[in-house]
């Protein structure tokens, strides 16, 4: 390429980001006026005006009045268009697949669970296609479908949308995001379910306006995602966070994965079934029975000071917090948010986590950490609401609507 045709391309790009800048503060701002867009950008105000003109006329942002304090008249602030837009948000579970049709508010629209009744890559993509076809009937007058966005557990390149590894199904190496181009070309997000419910929680949930926090989720599996810096955190093949396979036992059980002892041996629904049931065997006084347990009789027991689901729950605590204890030496983040049937009984299970934490974490940074639960619970399609936030926000899906 010539120097003038870099430097067009060049100038094309930066105009670009400063378009998603824009965005960006009106959508985590608004109502912002253009002069205080300005001055916290630090763009040249006749920027904004044209890269907020830009955004009005593809109906990504609206004005709306607002009473000056003065009682003169009114200031002229922008907000982002949410209603307009549409987006099918799947979670490919263990055993069924969850599709929203949902709006930039995150409000869902449409809400449908499919059985999955093959787990090999061409079941797989025909009950995907079979959904999101069905969804993509459902747009109103004056609505947009923009993105398509499916999460599920297992490692995942967001950049070719292809699935590395799933630990319920055999897809391995399935180049989804191809697959799925037959029924639409719209663009296709995919992420791990647990990193896209960090990003919900950051901007939406119950870590919004914290920059640094962790989210552990607790349920076939252990997985967390880290957001630091107001950045979920990725490494180099976009996977990070990947805790249940940290060595607790060494002579433990089996994990999948092929080692011993890992965590999600240990603090999982399946172990935690599995241990319940092991007390119960040995004649341990108990309201609790073998037939018919669950995650939520095991948690409601705990609350109530049954011995044996308090046995439990503090032992997974304890695990648990081994494994937060070293999240907070390497993140020291302001918050740990737990997502997970465990949660219910969080009056047994947070005590035993915080002990843990504080006994092998640095206390500079343990001392003023929160622990909470998270704001979405059992809510798997959030996960994609955040990646096409994100999408949004990173100027990919921006650029997108702007440049049909």
């Known amino acids: 390429m010539s120097s003038h045709g870099e430097r067009v391309a060049n100038h094309e790009l930066l105009k670009q980001v400063n378009a998603a800048l824009v965005y960006r503060l009106i959508d985590t701002q608004g109502p912002i006026s253009r002069v205080d867009i300005a001055q916290i950008s630090a763009l040249a105000p006749a920027s904004v005006t044209n ?46 697949l969850q599709c929203s049709v949902m709006d930039l508010s995150g409000t869902i629209h449409q809400h449908t669970v499919t059985p999955i009744l ?6 797989i993509v025909t009950t995907l296609q079979q959904a999101i076809g069905q969804h993509l009937q459902t747009a109103k007058a004056k609505q947009q479908f923009i993105a398509i966005a499916i999460t599920m557990a297992g490692l995942v390149d967001p950049q070719t949308g292809t699935v590395l590894y799933s630990p319920n199904h055999q897809i391995a190496n399935l180049e989804l995001a191809q697959r799925l181009q037959s029924i639409t070309q719209l663009p296709i997000y995919i992420g791990n379910d647990t990193r896209a419910l960090a990003l919900a929680e950051y901007y939406l949930g119950a870590a919004k306006g914290c920059q640094d926090f962790i989210l552990v989720s607790i349920h076939h599996g252990a997985g967390s995602g880290i957001v630091s810096n107001g950045q979920l955190l990725l490494g180099k093949n976009r996977n990070v966070g990947e805790i249940g396979h940290i060595q607790i036992d060494p002579f433990g059980e089996q994990c999948h994965c092929g080692n011993f002892g890992c965590l999600e041996t240990l603090v999982a629904n399946k172990a935690i079934l ?17 037939e018919n347990l669950s995650i939520e ?25 081994r494994v937060l204890a070293i999240l907070v030496n390497l993140f020291n983040p302001e918050k740990i948010l737990l997502a997970g049937e465990i949660v219910q009984s969080a009056a047994v299970l ?22 909470d639960q998270a704001h979405f619970q059992g809510q798997g399609t959030m996960g994609g609401y955040a990646l096409v936030k994100r999408a949004l926000h990173e100027n990919d899906l921006l650029q997108r609507i702007m440049q049909p």
């Open 51 to 96: 890269i907020t003109r830009q955004l009005l006329e593809n109906g990504l942002i609206k004005e709306v009045a607002q009473q000056a304090s003065t009682g003169g008249r009114p200031a002229i602030s922008l907000t982002t268009e949410q209603a307009a837009f549409l987006f099918i948000s799947c979670r490919l579970g263990r055993e069924e």
């Open 118 to 123: 093959q787990h090999d890559a061409e079941g």
């Open 274 to 290: 599995a241990q319940t049931r092991a007390l119960l065997a040995k004649g341990h006084k108990s309201t609790l029975q073998s």
């Open 297 to 321: 009789k095991i948690c409601q027991a705990a609350i109530r000071n049954d011995q044996v689901a308090v046995q439990i729950i503090r032992q997974a605590g304890e695990n648990l917090g």
């Open 350 to 371: 947070f005590p035993a986590l915080l002990q843990q934490i504080q006994r092998q974490s640095l206390p500079n940074f343990h001392h003023e950490l929160h622990l």
